[in-house]
């Protein structure tokens, strides 16, 4: 089941002599249905991410920010100062 250039296909006799089972229509709906749901929560999940994603870069620039702005280092000379 090779082809002339050494690419994998099926003859159309293997596909004539061995017919491929559907489920009904009706199920193969309802399967539709649900993939159609399952890949919208995909997206709404990819949306989630993305936006987690930018926030936590967002975040980090902050505390990088302060930190080379020597804020940290103030609070932590207040607080062995303190003890």
């Known amino acids: 089941m090779t082809g002339t250039a050494g690419q994998k296909r099926v003859p159309a006799e293997f596909v004539a002599l061995n017919p491929l089972p559907l489920p009904p229509l009706n ?7 649900k993939v159609r ?7 709404e999940l990819e949306g989630q991410l993305r936006q987690s994603k930018k926030e936590s870069e967002r975040l980090m620039q902050a505390v990088l920010q ?7 280092l103030e609070e932590s000379d207040q607080q062995v100062s303190v003890a």
């Not at 199920?27 to 249905?33: G, L, N, S, T, Y």
């Not at 749901?37 to 997206?43: G, N």
């Open 66 to 72: 302060e930190a080379f702005e020597g804020k940290y």
């Open 37 to 43: 749901e399952l890949m919208k929560l995909c997206d």
């Open 27 to 33: 199920e193969q709906k309802r399967i539709v249905a």
